[in-house]
């Protein structure tokens, strides 16, 4: 059963605090045999991968057919029905309207030491996307990676979806085309991430490698991290619904199922002021729980993570919502905007019933990579930032050297860099000389 | 002796991939130690800290003395000499001021299906900040990792600082004053690390941890990495100066030395088009060596990991410096502007002679807290965008979730996601009703 909890009651701070605490992942180590399969590709490049891919997805590649040819790609893509084709255009036209303003701007300006200061952001030269293969194979997760990488300049990007038994997603392969992919690999696990990061004769290395992955492909990531840049390791998925008395309980329970079905480690929490609410909720999940597709799935994470928590006003929500600093936010209640205007932390907040969370996976514009695990405080979700750098720039002329130099060269001598002082004073001296 | 490299010669690609890919760093394996301390932390909280502060510091502490009383600080802080302090007092108004014009903006916009998205940046809530002890106790480090945190408004921003037998250094007190810090713990190692992730009675938990340290840190802050936020493991420091016939050597030889007085590991390259400047700046160095007080530390970095290229032209300069990807890039040349142009990957950059990097670890404005080890292909300095974070906003209208809706629905059943579809179709199915 879910858990309920009721924050008027004395016990609540320990349970809300149990709550806040309980560890929904229990990953396999398997670090060992990621450094394992990844010396190996090093060591071996194109062979180990492929015989990697031989023995995990049953498939037997040469140099040649690693990467997907261009007839392929097309013959595969011609299979997608056309409204799913338009579906998929409609999301990648939407979510690179909405990533084109992240866009961040370059900055230049004159001190009134007469120094010129700034910096210039410049995109990654080329990145690495994993896409998972089988069940968790989603072509609206490589518009979500793939486009922000090309908004932001990328020159080069590369996929590896793994397709066992040789059979592909013809969905992924159009997301792909839709989002500017210029490279696709029928590879996957850690073999795959470390041929992106280290490189092999058939596949050129890459600078910074996202996407989402099951243990091996997590555990790969890690271990490369450092040689290039990563995303974030995901968790598993999940939602807070804050919603009032005035709610169709139908669409929140789905909304909330939605979570559930990802994973059974995902998390779904509802909190509200109205214990009437709370119960219907309750009982359309139960409802649905019958008949659900992924009712297995679904009823595993909520039955062992779900919750519902009945607060006094929204204030308490907030507070709460904050404490939990959620991967997505729903605010289902008469002022959602004046109620974010409390929220602290948040991947991603859906504002208003007429706003499922679901719209926020495929169509809505935003990115669906978020941050889990109470994260939220700290990070962000996948954005065009993660594919640009910042250079800073300054320029001293004699007077700004003449300005700011003395004060450099006594903090030096104060943190005993004698050659980082003698830097500026030659420069100074010659300026005395003059 | 230092490396040359003469990029006309036919076995120069060797020689460069053989610069580019030596490691110049061999860490310590620390982390089974580190695992223990954060463990023993977690478990006994400030009485593990007290223990071992005791064991390694030296120094007997209780809980009311972990943190600095704000009378000790006054006491310290009234030793620092005038000068000391005004060229403290200056860096910290110029990285202030170059700082706050990092702060991101909000966006909010309706789109043509009525949808309203934007996002809000947020602060993180709390941070803390790891500042190393004894010689390498540097307050403009302080200064630098500090004062983004508060530009970006993190509310609570705690500093641990090892005091080894009690000693402190009072220029770290005053530039943790001057930045604004609120709580200072005279801790350190992967115990401060421990104490400022998960808390102690006594030490409140943070959301981030920032700052450099000992393998024992790095390590730490590596596996508290998802339980706060970190940032950047930062490596040995770099300097790449590209330098034109037009230049005095004994700056350009300062300037090297400047990266290599700061640890053995340290690099310094010259990339010149001159043979005859690249000659003088070896003699300068050379010189200098003779009678530098860090000549120990620079010496065996030159020797070990300098290099000085000699390129025919300033394009095949560039080139190779995108390769390198350095932390620090100094353009002593006739016209440093259009050659920053083409540098597409660098931490930061000092634009013409008169701009030496020793200006930009103090008093320049930029941050002094770069990407090392070719990281700058993928990451950026230090900024105010680490003590931030993005919530992506969405608000759908009925007439928005009827024009993109559908499409959705469509993309959550092709990817077998059946509450996805139905949480739209839901509402979808009631505006049909109307």
Not at 79 to 97: D, G, K, N, S, Y
Not at 191 to 205: C, D, E, K, N, R
């Amino acid at each position: 059963m879910p858990q309920f909890l009721d924050a008027t009651t004395p016990d609540f701070e320990e349970q809300f605090a149990a709550l806040l605490g309980a560890k929904r992942e229990d990953s396999p180590d398997v670090d060992a045999a990621v450094a394992e399969i990844i010396a190996d590709v090093r060591a071996r490049g194109d062979a180990a991968v492929i015989e990697l891919t031989e023995r995990y997805d049953r498939l037997t590649l040469t140099p040649e057919t690693l990467r997907f040819a261009p007839e392929e790609i097309e013959a595969l893509i011609a299979e997608v029905p056309q409204h799913e084709r338009e579906a998929l255009e409609l999301a990648a036209e939407r979510i690179r309207a909405y990533h084109a303003r992240q866009m961040p701007e370059d900055a230049s300006w004159v001190d009134e030491s007469g120094a010129t200061l700034g910096w210039r952001w410049t995109p990654v030269s080329a990145a690495g996307l994993y896409v998972p293969g089988g069940l968790a194979s989603y072509p609206s997760s490589v518009l979500m990676n793939a486009i922000p990488a090309k908004v932001a300049g990328v020159e080069r990007l590369a996929i590896t979806v793994p397709t066992p038994d040789g059979v592909a997603n013809p969905l992924v392969l159009l997301a792909a085309r839709l989002a500017g992919v210029d490279e696709i690999y029928r590879i996957g696990g850690a073999q795959a991430v470390a041929a992106l990061a280290y490189g092999t004769t058939s596949i050129a290395p890459v600078d910074k490698i996202t996407g989402p992955g099951n243990a091996f492909v997590a555990a790969a990531k890690r271990r490369v991290f450092g040689k290039v840049g990563i995303d974030m390791i995901a968790g598993p998925s999940e939602i807070l619904v804050i919603a009032d008395g005035d709610n169709d309980p139908d669409w929140i329970a789905l909304d909330m199922l939605s979570q559930a079905e990802h994973d059974e480690s995902a998390q779904s929490i509802l909190i509200t002021t109205d214990r009437a609410m709370a119960k219907a909720v309750e009982a359309a999940i139960e409802r649905h729980l019958l008949t659900l597709e992924r009712r297995e799935i679904a009823g595993k994470s909520w039955r062992d993570y779900g919750a519902v928590i009945l607060v006094p006003d929204l204030d308490v929500a907030a507070v709460l919502s904050n404490r939990i600093a959620p991967e997505h936010l729903e605010l289902c209640v008469a002022d959602p905007d004046g109620l974010s205007e409390q929220i602290t932390h948040a991947g991603a907040i859906f504002l208003g019933a007429w706003t499922p969370e679901a719209i926020g996976d495929y169509v809505g514009g935003p990115n669906h990579v978020l941050p889990t695990a109470r994260s939220a405080r700290f990070s962000s979700g996948l954005s065009v930032m993660d594919f640009v750098k910042r250079t800073t720039l300054a320029k001293m002329t004699p007077a700004a050297l003449r300005a700011i130099g003395p004060a450099a060269e006594t903090l030096a001598i104060s943190e005993s860099l004698e050659a980082h002082g003698l830097s500026v004073r030659a420069r100074l001296n010659h300026l005395n000389e003059l």
